[in-house]
């Protein structure tokens, strides 16, 4: 073979070369290089208090920065005026003038550093983030008024999701220097932007639905370990994690029994020992009543309850759980599931949640998991005839038995959080054991634009509120369509846009707002009308406002 003479190309040229893609820095090089980036940005707000900070620096470091400082002063005093630089140094025989004149040189000096600092890419890069919303709700912030959210406390020391992001994205980045005088391109700003989401709902994961203190830079350790694995960490992390399977269910299914609907009532977590009425008397039945007791126990975790009920939107989740697991069991797949999986099967969930969707369906979850229920259904079963006269039927357990871990996704491989449950639901049990199961099938979940009295393929925008408001409407319609196959009547066929609105805690601050609800509860019935769920609707009204919705089956 002949000799190859031709040069090595330089290796710029070759990074430029097309299709030379440099392999991305380590977790390991990234962490390394996060107090870099702290440091520059100390050093430029504040010289000496970052060469007192940064205790493990030369003790000959901080000398010399002020006499290098100081001799820059004098320079400047002695080019003013035309003075000996020795003579000015000489606090002995330095005259009263240039003493004023050394000292409005620092503060000169100061106030540039003050400007650099304020034009640099650094506060580019923060200011990109401080509008943004959040998922976790930082205690490094300061949240006094909206004018001041985002702002971050001078007197902390405790450094904020937000400063997590931007040091990460420089640490990321070595060629930008976070304290030079630019501003990041558009592109830039869009990953940052990006990586802070990511960053906000892992956080979320990370401390169970934003209840639990951080451990200090621990998640952001972990957060971009998992962002920057190496090979041989990706091989490992993949050869050591379970697969996890997606679970579509192809019905959507609403436990509908006293408990579900006391749960919803406040104040019935941690209420103390109370008789669930289960059967309401008819002509000449007598009430039948079930000791109940449902307890909230944060276990050893610093989970706090902030409402004494389950609301609406929580109800979904846990229909959502439901309908998953009976999928999951008769496809004999593991009960392993994703909050991505968890919102696809709520209604008006699409194919994927966004960081505040996930830290909302977690932290539902995790309220779940420590959600204790203790219900003595004796009574009721032996009068369902389910149970002999001389048994008994106690329910003593967590409302959600499940186990959170990391997974590794079937088909593309990424690590995801996900939750193993270990047993099948307690509400499910209950509710199968008694019949009060409402089943519909899974596609008037997802609810679409209708065009031309079609459903157009379109889905409609979602919010918590929506959402909460589309699976109320769902279940109710469902009840109707249970009576009226079952030739009785529970409830009636109108739903009252004041109960409605009440029930799932939607927001009706003002007319715009309560009109807008208004109009997505039509859209909704539009599609469900468009798809056959309901023959169609009209609106009920008392004088020129609309009170309600008449359903017709």
Same mark, same amino acid.
């Given at each position: 073979m002949a000799n190859d003479n031709r040069k090595p190309e330089p290796v710029a040229e070759q990074l430029a070369m097309p299709g030379f893609e440099p392999e991305p820095p380590a977790a390991e090089t990234i962490k390394k290089q996060l107090p870099v980036v702290q440091f520059r940005m100390d050093l430029l707000r504040s010289p000496d208090d970052a060469l007192a900070k940064w205790d493990n620096l030369p003790d000959t470091v901080y000398e010399t920065w002020y006499k290098c400082l100081f001799l820059r002063l004098v320079q400047a005093v002695a080019q003013q005026t035309g003075a000996d630089p020795a003579q000015i140094a000489d606090k002995n025989k330095r005259t009263p003038e240039q003493q004023r004149l050394l000292l409005e040189a620092g503060a000169r000096e100061q106030l540039a550093r003050m400007d650099a600092f304020f034009d640099s890419a650094y506060m580019d890069a923060i200011n990109t983030l401080k509008q943004l919303p959040t998922v976790y709700k930082d205690p490094a912030e300061i949240e006094i008024n909206s004018e001041d959210a985002g702002t971050f406390d001078p007197e902390s020391e405790a450094i904020s999701v937000k400063e997590q992001a931007v040091l990460y994205f420089f640490a990321l980045h070595d060629e930008l220097k976070p304290e030079a005088a630019a501003e990041l391109t558009p592109e830039q700003k869009e990953e940052l932007q990006a990586i802070f989401t990511r960053l906000d709902a892992f956080y979320m994961e990370r401390t169970n639905g934003g209840e639990t203190d951080p451990d200090g830079g621990a998640i952001l350790f972990a957060f971009i370990e998992r962002e920057n694995p190496t090979p041989e960490t990706a091989e490992s992390i993949a050869a050591k994690l379970p697969l996890v399977q997606g679970v579509r269910p192809t019905a959507h299914t609403m436990p509908n029994n006293a408990l579900m609907n006391v749960l919803q009532q406040k104040p019935a977590i941690n209420a103390g020992a109370f008789d669930m009425v289960v059967s309401n008397p008819k002509g000449r039945r007598r009430e039948i009543t079930a000791y109940t007791m449902i307890s909230f126990d944060p276990g050893e975790t610093?989970?706090? /309850?902030?409402?004494?009920?389950?609301?609406?939107?929580?109800?979904?989740?846990?229909? #959502?759980?439901?309908?998953?697991?009976?999928?999951?069991?008769?496809?004999?797949?593991?009960?392993?599931?994703?909050?991505?999986?968890?919102?696809?099967?709520?209604? *008006?969930g699409s194919d994927k949640a966004s960081p505040q969707q996930k830290g909302a369906i977690t932290k539902a979850i995790e309220k779940f998991r420590r959600l204790h229920i203790t219900v003595d259904a004796t009574e009721e079963m032996r009068k369902r005839g389910i149970i002999p006269g001389n048994a008994t039927y106690k329910i003593d357990n967590f409302y959600l038995s499940a186990t959170h871990a990391e997974y590794k996704v079937k088909n593309g491989g990424q690590t995801v959080n996900a939750y193993r449950l270990d047993a099948e639901p307690i509400i499910l049990t209950y509710c199968r054991l008694t019949s009060q199961l409402l089943t519909v099938p899974a596609k008037y979940i997802e609810i679409q634009k209708v065009k031309k009295g079609r459903a157009s393929g379109e889905l409609v925008t979602m919010n918590a509120d929506r959402q909460a408001m589309t699976g109320y409407m769902l279940r109710r319609i469902a009840v109707m369509k249970h009576d009226k196959r079952n &030739?009785?009547?529970?409830?009636?066929?109108? /739903?009252? $846009?004041?109960?409605?609105?009440?029930?799932? *805690?939607?927001?009706?601050?003002?007319?715009?707002?309560?009109?807008?609800?208004?109009? $997505?509860?039509?859209?909704?019935?539009?599609?469900? &009308? #468009?798809?056959? $769920? /309901? #023959?169609?609707?009209?609106?009920?009204?008392? *004088?020129?406002?609309?009170?309600? /919705?008449?359903?017709?089956?």
């Open positions: 610093s989970i706090k /309850i902030t409402d004494a009920k389950l609301t609406e939107y929580e109800r979904q989740v846990s229909d #959502a759980i439901v309908s998953l697991w009976i999928e999951a069991i008769k496809e004999k797949l593991p009960p392993v599931f994703t909050p991505d999986m968890i919102y696809r099967s709520m209604p *008006g &030739k009785v009547q529970t409830q009636s066929n109108v /739903i009252l $846009f004041d109960t409605l609105f009440a029930e799932t *805690g939607t927001k009706t601050d003002n007319r715009k707002q309560t009109m807008n609800n208004r109009t $997505f509860c039509f859209d909704v019935l539009e599609y469900w &009308k #468009a798809t056959g $769920f /309901i #023959a169609g609707y009209q609106q009920q009204t008392k *004088g020129r406002t609309v009170t309600g /919705i008449i359903i017709s089956l």
